[in-house]
């Protein structure tokens, strides 16, 4: 068992070292790691009162080493407890370190040193406020407070110890106000227990109406209260049980709120979700709800490295329905994946990021061994971004073997319009010369779609050759592509 007075040596030490400014990495992180291999396997309940220090309820004695610097940082931020669990983070507790060594921000008070810590910090250690402390008017001393209930002090009436001439004069105690009721300490109760009851419905309506509370608040502190209470109230396996709400019609709009509202830690569960969902209807309402989620989505792209197939095929659908630029790196390094599904997948997700730098992965994609890769990363391409791959698509054109994909390669030169597609499209649609290069029919009035969808001079010049062409399929498709059907 560590004594007591190590971990306030410790403690002192590291609070020094913050404190001082020192620019030696090494020392600070030395100090840490001492600190942290004392703390963290069994954790460690710090606090202090008018009487000294105590440690895991054991009373400190005056005079011990970095005593006395600890219960100055303390009392500077208004804290009287700090509680460490066992296992604790090593970031949650240099933050807490980081704060309690700097300056309070205007009068040092609890609430306010928890509403500066990061959150994760603040809802893995416990920070309370000091034990009652006498009014300032109060003239009482602490020997005088400290004596029993009952004792002769408390009484007005002269100790066996001291003469009676040596007791100051009873003076009347002033009246305590009440405490302030803070609401949102009874919410953290209910939800507490509803989460102890697994009545998730409960949970659910609680959350609602700290949400309803948050925004009706003006005051911006307290709107970070309300921050820390829904992170304490709403663990990850809550918010899970909050998704599954989320499919039910008549809690759909609640559920989504609060999601929202939970951010990263809501768009992390709904991933797990998606990835476990045994139905496709399941995972058609987790995907629906993820859409529609504001922040947080940067965890999405994490998945896309997931050893299942499945996963990844569902998470590179999530980053097309998002349109996450961010995810087109991952995205990238997914277009040789050995299943066909996610490669189809990922084309789509690129097609709908639509960038330029999502050019060069659609250019192997155009060339998959797969038709159906091919179809979908040519159908997703659009101008004006996707006009740097015109001329990758005039090279697909003679080696394509599937009339689906041969097809949609005219059109899609037809929606990018350059030059090069344009010309591209009038050689595919003019006639063969000779019987030997006589060209397939559905392959010649593609390219003419292609060239009505272009637009423009050279294409309605290509269009106007056609109309004397000696097929009369041909002949129709030119003019209804030059407006004349």
Request: glycine share 8%; net charge neutral; aromatic share 2%.
């Amino acid at each position: 068992m560590i004594a007591p007075s190590s971990i306030v040596a410790a403690l002192a030490k590291m609070l020094d070292l913050l404190r001082s400014g020192s620019d030696d990495r090494e020392q600070l992180k030395g100090a840490f790691r001492e600190l942290y291999a004392i703390i963290e396997p069994a954790g460690a309940l710090i606090a202090v009162d008018m009487k000294g220090m105590l440690v895991d309820g054991t009373p400190l004695p005056h005079g011990l080493p970095g005593g006395a610097e600890v219960r100055i940082r303390f009392q500077a931020h208004g804290v009287g407890s700090i509680r460490v669990p066992p296992g604790a983070k090593p970031a949650d507790l240099l933050a807490v370190m980081r704060l309690l060594a700097g300056e309070p921000v205007g009068q040092g008070t609890v609430e306010s040193f928890v509403q500066r810590l990061p959150v994760e910090a603040a809802l893995a250690i416990q920070v309370d406020g000091p034990r009652g402390l006498p009014p300032a008017h109060d003239a009482r001393t602490l020997a005088h407070l400290s004596t029993p209930i009952g004792g002769a002090r408390a009484t007005g009436v002269a100790s066996p110890e001291a003469p009676p001439s040596s007791a100051p004069p009873p003076i009347p105690e002033a009246p305590r106000q009440p405490a302030e009721p803070d609401p949102l300490r009874d919410v953290e109760v209910q939800a507490d227990l509803a989460y102890r009851r697994e009545d998730w419905e409960e949970l659910l309506s609680i959350a609602t109406r700290i949400l309803k509370s948050e925004a009706a608040e003006k005051d911006e502190a307290r709107r970070r209260r309300y921050s820390v209470t829904l992170r304490r109230v709403l663990p990850k396996s809550a918010l899970q049980h909050i998704a599954r709400a989320a499919l039910v019609e008549g809690r759909r709009a609640e559920a989504t709120a609060v999601l929202k509202r939970m951010d990263a830690d809501a768009v992390e569960a709904l991933l797990e979700l998606l990835t476990a969902a045994p139905t496709l209807a399941e995972r058609r309402g987790y995907f629906g709800v993820l859409t529609k989620m504001e922040s947080g989505t940067d965890r999405i792209v994490t998945r896309l490295n997931h050893p299942d197939w499945f996963v990844v095929r569902n998470v590179a659908e999530l980053c097309g329905e998002l349109r996450l630029a961010g995810a087109v790196r991952s995205l990238s390094e997914q277009v040789a994946h050995r299943d066909e599904r996610v490669r189809r997948a990922v084309a789509g997700a690129l097609g709908k990021i639509g960038s330029a730098e999502v050019l060069a992965p659609l250019r192997k994609l155009i060339n998959d061994p797969e038709p159906v890769v091919r179809l979908q990363a040519v159908q997703c391409l659009e101008s004006p971004w996707g006009r740097g791959l015109a001329m990758s698509l005039a090279v697909r054109l003679p080696d394509e073997s599937n009339a689906d994909v041969l097809r949609e390669l005219h059109l899609a030169l037809g929606r990018l319009g350059t030059p090069e597609a344009v010309q591209a499209l009038r050689a595919a649609a003019a006639p063969g010369k000779g019987l030997l290069t006589r060209k397939p029919a559905a392959a010649r009035l593609a390219a003419i779609e292609g060239l009505a969808l272009a637009g423009g001079p050279a294409a309605a010049g290509a269009l106007q050759e056609l109309l004397g062409d000696d097929d009369e399929a041909v002949r129709e498709a030119a003019t209804r592509g030059l407006g004349r059907g």
